[in-house]
């Protein structure tokens, strides 16, 4: 069972950019499709971006343009890079790892981002 750990978020002016990265252990990292998701108060958690094993990406529409995944297989890292970031991109941003074989969807514990002056 893998297990993702989330680090990078905080409080971020308006504009500005936060690159957020979830390492994963106790799995084989490539096996796994990897994604961010985030809630924001009151809201429902929704899809942010996705990244497969061969590096094939999906991004909300809301995001494209401004938000980057990636992946590090030999780290067992997954990247999220935030740039003109917006208020409404303030909530708790969650990794994600999902293989239906390996047991389906594991979850991170959650990174905070806050974007406000």
């Known amino acids: 069972q893998v297990q993702l750990v989330e680090s990078g978020g905080g409080l971020v002016q308006p504009g500005g950019s936060l690159r957020l990265s979830c390492v994963a252990s106790g799995s084989i990292f490539s096996i796994y499709v990897m994604g961010w998701y985030r809630q924001a108060p009151g809201k429902r958690r929704e899809l942010v971006a996705t990244i497969a094993s061969g590096a094939g990406t999906n991004y909300a529409d809301s995001m494209k343009g401004r938000f980057t995944i990636s992946r590090d297989n030999a780290k067992s890292t997954v990247y999220l890079q935030m740039n003109s970031l917006k208020p409404e991109d303030t909530a708790v941003y969650y990794c994600?790892?999902?293989?239906?074989?390996?047991?389906?969807?594991?979850w991170g514990q959650g990174t905070l981002v806050t974007v406000s002056s």
């Open positions: 994600n790892a999902y293989n239906s074989a390996a047991g389906g969807h594991f």
